[in-house]
């Protein structure tokens, strides 16, 4: 009779040696990490913690990261610059959306209806346009929204508050948007082509008014 030989079980394999990388483990939901601080961060998304506060506006933040971007939004610091055409931002992410403009890289896509899109953020509203889904109310006038950011937006109407400025003529706007939009005035920069005709604009919102003079209805997702 042959002999048999015990062999090791891959996934037990697998399972220490993670344990062996990453020996910090969050009993709540078992996630787990290389360093005892990154833990001790991680937690904090648990308990709804927030301890970094904003010396300017009150707000306050789960992650010290967090409010030293938020702190931009304030001071107008913009230390990540576009290597391409110089433009500069206030968050690398930002800078990271930025730089498909240049390369058309639409690496997010829809599946329901193939629509790709250069951000995430952009993907995750664009998919509440087919779920109708508005999880997001106001506590003042009960609107409701697709997303967290849009509701936030909102409430400054209520508040009066505009902190995003214009660096050349003082204007002021409620959004980050809107403010883009504006400066676009300026600079003259029409980053969205109609694919027809080539013909560009500074807002979706005019090339998909334009995209109906061509087929009668606009089919360009956000950007």
Known sequence: MLGTFSQKDPLNEHIQIDIMEKPFSCYLCGTCFKQKQTLTR???????????????????????????????????????????????????????????????????????????????????????????????????????????????????????EKPFSCETCGKSYSTAKYLTYHVRMHTGEKPYACDICSESFSTIYHLNKHIRTHTGYGTKGKK
């Open 42 to 160: 991680h937690m904090i998304t648990h308990t709804g913690e927030r301890p970094y506060a904003c010396e300017f506006c009150a707000k306050s933040f789960a992650q010290k990261i967090n409010l030293q971007k938020h702190i931009r939004s304030h001071t107008g610091e913009k230390p990540y610059a576009c290597e391409i055409c110089g433009k500069s931002f206030s968050g690398k992410s930002n800078l990271n959306q930025h730089y498909r403009t240049h390369t058309g890289e639409r690496p997010y896509s829809c599946g329901i209806c193939g629509s790709s899109f250069s951000d995430k953020g952009n993907l995750n509203y664009h998919i509440t346009t087919h779920t109708k889904e508005k999880p997001y109310a106001c506590d003042i006038c009960d609107k409701s929204f697709s997303n967290k950011s849009n509701l936030n937006q909102h409430i400054r109407i209520h508040a009066g």
